[in-house]
């Protein structure tokens, strides 16, 4: 069979390192009492370099702090577990698990008192427990009773009052209909608008919207020919894909 020869020209980015670079990395193979003996020495030598550590730092502890992100559920039964007030733990453990991914209610609330067999009150009484959790505001119907109960939480008693009975109104944003509906100034009005936007409409979204961080390497290093390579990875990848059909 004859062969055939043929050139194709190809780019690649690459970095060799001479023998200087080399040696600035071989750091990266010693443990950890050879490397802060380096450190130890560089700092001898150049009065201007200075260590600082974290103060109170445990690496422990930190590897378990990233690698163990709490829940919302498991923040609230932290919570309920200290609670000192009566409840009922099976009507609690109901109502957390029951809360959607933006810790709201998910069910209305005639289907909570049908399905565990309970009065209103009962309910509602279970219901300002939760309340009363962190991050303000959990456990309420919607993004609109979540604000409601967030003024209440933190003794806005007027512009609770008012957001709780007149919230058609004022969500209108409108001077005129919100000053005969409730007889307020403007000035008054102002301060109510200030305080319902001090209120987070969504406050459990740091949970849903919280990911676990991946890092991955902007480069990659190869062995050719005794020499390291290091190439672009996002290259690479820009090139693969014009490949794919």
Do not use: W
């Not at 923040?75 to 009922?88: E, F, G, K, R, V």
């Amino acid at each position: 069979m004859k062969q055939k020869m043929q050139y194709i020209q190809t780019l690649k980015q690459t970095l060799k390192l001479n023998q200087k670079l080399l040696k600035s990395l071989d750091f990266l193979t010693d443990n950890i009492d050879d490397i802060n003996k380096v450190v130890q020495q560089v700092l001898e030598t150049n009065p201007f370099l200075e260590l600082k550590s974290p103060k109170n730092y445990d690496t422990q502890q930190f590897i378990e702090s990233i690698s163990n992100k709490r829940s919302l559920k498991d923040d609230l039964y932290l919570q309920l577990s200290a609670c000192t007030q009566p409840y009922n733990k099976d009507l609690m453990d109901y109502l957390i698990e029951s809360l959607d991914d933006n810790g709201f209610l998910s069910y209305p609330i005639d289907q909570y008192i049908t399905d565990l067999d309970i009065d209103r009150k009962t309910l509602d009484s279970h219901l300002d427990i939760l309340h009363s959790f962190e991050p303000n505001g959990v456990g309420a119907a919607d993004a609109i009773d979540s604000i409601i109960i967030q003024l209440k939480n933190n003794n806005k008693t007027k512009s609770y009052t008012l957001f709780r009975d007149y919230q058609d109104v004022i969500l209108t944003q409108n001077y005129s209909l919100i000053k005969q509906k409730t007889g307020l100034k403007k000035e008054e009005i102002d301060h109510l608008f200030y305080e319902i936007r001090s209120c987070n409409p969504f406050p459990c979204n740091m949970y849903s919207s919280s990911q676990d961080d991946y890092i991955s390497p902007d480069i990659l290093i190869e062995v050719e020919d005794s020499n390291i390579i290091i190439s672009s990875i996002s290259v690479r990848l820009r090139r693969s894909d014009t490949n794919i059909q």
